[in-house]
Every structure is written in structure tokens, then in C-alpha cells.
């Protein structure tokens, strides 16, 4: 082999020496996935998850649909009493 290609050759060997280093350093091993896998959430617990959240979403829903009406409930009230005082001889001020 000529000086040229045997430098050639060394060259492509440093190339490779670093892409293999790189893969090393950066690149995942099967083991390292199936471990990842394993601590990940499955599709069941998503669902699970989601389920719960829906659930809370709607008893919040319901919450301020009940908030709403108590407060609609305390206005027609303090409208009553506003009415109701002067009747029966009495000064209110809401």
C-alpha cells in the first residue's frame, strides 16, 4: 500500500473511531430502553389517569353550577328582606 493510502485509511479509521464514540455516548442501549419502558406509564394507567381527571373536571363543573344557584338563591333572598323590612317595621340595609 502507497503512503497516500494508507493515510486515507487513517483517516476514515479516526472518522469511525469518532462516530463510534459519539454513538457510545449519546445513543441508548437496548437495556437502557426496556428499563425506560418499564418505569414508563402504560396506555392503561394514561387511561386510568384521564378517567380521574374527568371525573374531578366534572365535580368542579357541578360545583360552580351549585355556587351559581346559591348565589342566585341569596339574591332572591336579600330582595325579600329588602322588600319584607319596611312591612313589618323594620330599617335593612343590605
Known sequence: MDQATTL????????FDKLLNFIREHMATK??????????????????????VDRIADQGQDNRQEIKILGLQADRMEDWITRAAPVVGLKYKP
Request: glycine content about 0%; aromatic content about 6%; proline content about 3%.
Open 8 to 15: 486515507e485509511f487513517k483517516k476514515l479509521n479516526d472518522r
Open 31 to 52: 437495556e437502557e430502553l426496556k428499563d425506560l419502558e418499564l418505569r414508563l406509564p402504560s396506555k392503561d394507567d394514561c387511561y386510568k389517569l384521564q378517567s380521574s
